[in-house]
């Protein structure tokens, strides 16, 4: 374990297998939903905003220009598969499914496939879209912090974390 995680005040969880970032360059299990980024197969300004509430199920697919998914309409579209997929690579399928409270693949184990034919069987309504921009903006904050120049003084944003020890 390396000195910045030992001394880091969150617990850093190591990816549960690498994954490639150009499909989908953002994704997390945060407030009680399954949510991320995932960038266009046809536009490479165009990317979408995916999200699966955990428990019901209910989706949401729009542009980061708030324009609906096209393939989103009464199932769920390549975008949300592809979230799902790359949701098990980042977390594992055991934490996945747990998350979002599906009962996935009992005889061998769950994986990306029958987690989202678990959540599909249920016809799950298509959800508000409101969380998009929220999901949005925390994915370009991460996405500035790739722009910073390494350095090993503090970042003024992230003050708010508690000091773990006396600076000598």
Known sequence: MSEWERSSTTRVVAPARP?????????????????????????????YVSSVVAGSY???????????CGGARGAYCNHIRALINEAVLQYGPERVARYLRVEAGADEGPSAQSIADGMSSTRPPQGDAAAAAPVFSRFLRHLSY???????????????????RAVA
Do not use: H, Y
Request: some cysteine; overall charge positive.
């Open 19 to 47: 994954r490639k970032l150009a499909k989908v360059p953002f994704v997390e299990l945060a407030d009680g939903r399954l949510q991320g980024v995932v960038s266009s197969g046809s536009d490479i300004a165009r990317v």
């Open 58 to 68: 209910a989706f949401a697919c729009s542009t980061n220009n708030n324009r609906p």
């Open 146 to 164: 790739l722009e910073l120049a390494p350095v090993t003084t503090p970042l003024p944003e992230m003050q708010w974390f508690p000091p773990t």
